[in-house]
């Protein structure tokens, strides 16, 4: 079989793609094996694939090729999230485009369009996941509103809320002017920005008295209904109980005390608008206040504004502003930072708004999923993270459930005529639920709610429903035989900013349907930004094209350099040139295969360097393996590829493969042929998760193999014994040999010149490498010292002291010259140190590390002067 020159990736990426999947290396069924199951965070099915996509699914892959090798029985099983305010959005936007709008179709006419277009672009991501490489059982693949998962979402809820833990009610929600849909609290993202601080004047209806307020909101000032002022604030006292106009529309409102307010802000004076803020809200429920929702559902003044009706709310906060001023009841306005809340889906400032919504309690189902993690049953990498979820958990909220959408699941709530409701899976259950409380219905004048469920009450179920849909009504004894077997998974990768959002609800309804928490590990990625430090987003359009990379570096290029820079739950700095470091390593792999390829074997006995050589690495591959298991059990996995990364390059590829290289025209003998292989082969195996295609291409050449004996299935062989002695003897010779590489490299001698090596003290590691010094360095002999050789340099080494001949090459002028330029700065660097020793600031406020620092660096200096005199008087006696 030829071995092309250079390495192709695109080739061998589709070649070797197209063979596992073909040859179901990528299936798993439940058999005695022990199981290895991850399921994927599901992607928008309006996603293509992003960077952070790239480096959540190469970290899967490499957790799942581990466990594949190890003789797991692995499974990852994929699929996309229906995404209901994203992929409406996009559904309406196209439908607009069309001439189209949503308002004009009936509920099944939209769902029409939103199908054609999930079947049209939803599988995109999940095709883009198999260029990386990622090796996802696809048989499996499942979606959030697949038929038998949506079922399972309905009959959660209807369990749920007949155990009293869903309910329907009016509550201050978070409200998306855009989506026009509720959003649960973790769906907002709070950003700090410019704003400005109105102070507004609100006087008495006879104009005896006034009180003026501080407000960032003057659009919302139509809506108040009260203001109200700490009961301790001397300035306000008398005026408590007292009433005054509010500005613009004349509505008499009270003046009313709470300790809510804070005495210190603004003027001290809060206005009570409880339609639009949720701490006035809670004040007005206090106080029995009315609501006055001014801001209607799209973002406009609502009519029960009274004023500015249909109007943009921020453009009437303009409009406002300048009518207060005509009136004399602008006071000033400040400058000020303020922090406003944004709709994490459409990145529009969301409106504070009294709703009637669908809510889940989460007290009784958050105490035992923050046990979980404190107790160690699910383990966050890193483990920084606890906190966080601490903090999230001990302050949970209940979570709104309900979304003002149609594409999603419809939530099987049934009114009658009289707007009564019960909760029924059909309308002929529904019909039946009404009877068992007393009332005769007619299922055709049934109305099911119109709202859909939040994406997040799907998902949540997702490593559940995936293996089996209908677990959540029936007992683990009647479970399918894919549950028992999968379910606990292993590991879950996902982002810290769902942290919240998906795996503390995961965990919920793990414990809450199962008894189990749904996973053991989470590995927590960083985020992926830029040179700058931005993340990477489309807006920015600072996040390249991760397909375009793959066509330039290959697959395997971009998985490394993703890994290679991105620990656990730290952002990750990306470059382009990550990618051309990661094609570079893989170009070295080839071009090392490519040279061993080429040796031809001989029946000549084994050189005395090679035997040493494979001593050696024989160790160091041990050493290194057992210390590359222990980083990746501990999720290190960018550690471990580096590791990885410096075995093969430094040592196997500079140390190893020169080391027994055969010379010019000259063959290898069969055991250090054989030995050489098998140490790529063990190689291969560590690296195959990380970089499988090339792995893979390589394994193929290495040696005849069997139909089905390719990488991915392969057992790795477990790590042999390191002699530490030898390691640590080589890295001496590797001293000695970089030591008489640089004197060549002063006295400009060629590496082709052999050279005299004269030894005056050895501590007995040089014995072990003798004929691999000599190979390495280049040296025609290797002498015990008797006395200073003539026209020698002086090597000192961790080793010993030795000499290296010059004969006439060696310049006595020169070299004398060189060693007094040395000597001479040492001393004065000596000086420095000693004088920063004797001054007494200095050693009475340095600390002792930083003491003992400097005294190292004098003991040092002092040596360094001792040998360099000796070098000198060397010279003027030889």
């Not at 501080?214 to 007292?242: Q, S, W």
């Not at 608008?273 to 001014?294: E, S």
């Not at 219905?441 to 099911?448: C, H, P, R, Y």
Request: with cysteine; glycine share 6%.
């Amino acid at each position: 079989m030829e071995i092309p020159k250079q390495y192709s990736p695109q080739f061998v990426e589709d070649k070797w793609y197209r063979t596992w999947q073909e040859g179901g290396y990528f299936k798993s069924k439940p058999d005695e094996r022990e199981n290895f199951t991850i399921v994927i965070p599901p992607p928008n099915v309006t996603g293509v694939l992003h960077m952070g996509h790239m480096l959540n699914n190469t970290i899967q892959d490499v957790l799942i090729r581990k466990a594949r090798m190890e003789g797991k029985n692995a499974c990852w099983v994929p699929g996309t999230d229906h995404a209901s305010i994203a992929t409406e959005a996009k559904v309406v936007n196209k439908l607009r485009a069309e001439g189209i709008e949503k308002a004009d179709l009936s509920r099944e006419e939209f769902l029409r369009h939103a199908w054609e277009w999930k079947e049209k672009h939803g599988g995109i991501i999940l095709e883009q996941l198999k260029k990386l490489g990622a090796s996802c059982d696809w048989d499996r693949t499942k979606f959030t509103m697949d038929e038998p998962l949506s079922a399972a979402v309905i009959d959660v809820f209807i369990d749920l809320y007949n155990k009293g833990l869903i309910y329907r009610g009016i509550r201050m929600i978070n409200w998306d002017p855009k989506a026009q849909t509720a959003l649960s609290d973790e769906e907002v993202i709070y950003r700090e920005a410019p704003s400005k601080l109105y102070h507004v004047k609100y006087v008495a209806a006879d104009g005896s008295y006034s009180i003026t307020v501080a407000t960032t909101r003057p659009e919302t000032i139509l809506g108040d209904v009260a203001v109200c002022v700490n009961p301790e604030d001397e300035r306000y006292t008398a005026l408590i109980g007292k009433k005054v106009l509010v500005p613009i529309n004349g509505r008499e409102v009270p003046i009313i005390a709470d300790e809510y307010v804070d005495k210190t802000f603004g003027t001290g004076v809060l206005k009570i608008t409880p339609a639009h803020d949720i701490n006035d809200y809670q004040i007005g429920l206090k106080f029995g206040l009315p609501a006055i929702d001014v801001i209607a559902n799209d973002g406009t003044m609502s009519k029960e504004a009274g004023m500015y009706i249909g109007q943009d709310r921020f453009e009437v906060r303009k409009l406002i502003v300048k009518d207060l001023e005509k009136a004399g009841l602008l006071v000033k306005v400040e400058d000020i930072v303020n922090k406003a809340g944004y709709s994490e889906r459409t990145d529009v400032v969301i409106e504070p708004k009294l709703s009637l919504q669908w809510f889940l309690k989460m007290e009784q189902m958050a105490k035992p999923a923050l046990d979980a993690i404190l107790d160690g049953k699910v383990n966050l990498h890193p483990a920084k993270y606890v906190n966080t979820y601490r903090h999230w958990m001990e302050n949970v909220k209940d979570w709104c459930i309900s979304r003002q959408l149609w594409w999603g699941q419809q939530i099987p709530a049934w009114y009658d005529l009289t707007g009564d409701f019960v909760v029924a899976r059909t309308a002929v259950e529904a019909v039946q639920a009404f009877a068992n409380k007393g009332k005769t219905v007619d299922a055709k004048t049934l109305k099911q709610d119109e709202d859909v469920l939040d994406t997040w009450f799907s998902s949540w179920l997702w490593p559940i429903s995936v293996f089996d849909p209908e677990a959540f009504k029936k007992p683990k004894s009647e479970w399918n035989a894919d549950l028992k077997y999968y379910y606990p998974t292993n590991d879950l990768v996902t982002a810290p900013e769902i942290l919240f959002f998906w795996v503390a609800r995961m965990i919920m309804a793990g414990l809450e349907y199962t008894g189990e928490v749904p996973f053991s590990n989470v590995y927590l990625t960083g985020i992926v930004r830029d040179k700058q430090g931005r993340k990477m987003s489309k807006s920015l359009g600072n996040s390249p094209d991760p397909i375009q990379l793959i066509e330039k570096y290959g697959a395997d290029g971009v998985r490394m350099g993703m890994l290679l820079t991105s620990p656990a739950g730290n952002d990750l700095p990306f470059d382009e040139s990550l990618c051309e470091q990661g094609r570079n390593f893989n170009n070295k792999i080839w071009n090392a295969f490519r040279l061993v390829s080429q040796w031809e074997t001989g029946e000549g006995a084994q050189p005395v360097a090679s035997a040493q050589a494979i001593l050696w690495f024989e160790s160091k591959l041990s050493q290194e393996t057992l210390r590359f298991n222990d980083l990746v059990s501990k999720y290190r996995l960018s550690e471990a590829l580096m590791l990885l990364y410096k075995l093969v390059w430094d040592d196997f590829c500079s140390w190893y493969l020169e080391a027994v290289k055969p010379g010019q025209d000259k063959q290898i003998d069969s055991v250090t042929k054989d030995k050489t292989i098998l140490f790529f082969e063990r190689l291969l195996e560590l690296l195959h998760p990380f970089i499988p295609f090339i792995t893979e291409e390589i394994w193929s050449f290495l040696r005849e193999r069997s139909t089905g004996d390719l990488l991915i299935s392969r057992q790795k062989a477990g790590p042999g014994i390191a002699d530490n002695t030898q390691i640590e003897s080589f890295d001496k010779a590797v001293e000695l040999i970089g030591a008489i590489r640089n004197v060549r490299n002063e006295k400009g001698l060629s590496p082709k010149e052999s050279l005299r090596l004269f030894v005056k003290s050895d501590n007995g590691s040089l014995q072990l490498f003798t004929a691999l010094v000599e190979k390495l360095a280049n040296l025609n002999s290797i002498t015990k010292a008797e006395e200073t050789p003539l026209h020698s340099v002086r090597l000192s080494t961790k080793s010993g002291e030795y000499f290296v001949e010059l004969s006439d090459k060696f310049d006595r002028a020169a070299e004398t010259e060189k060693l007094q330029k040395e000597l001479d700065y040492t001393k004065g660097f000596l000086d420095s140190v000693r004088k920063k020793l004797s001054n007494e600031k200095f050693m009475a406020n340095a600390k002792l590390e930083v003491v003992e620092s400097e005294r190292k660096k004098e003991q040092d200096a002092l040596q360094k002067i001792s040998m360099i005199e000796i070098q000198l008087s060397e010279i003027q006696l030889s």
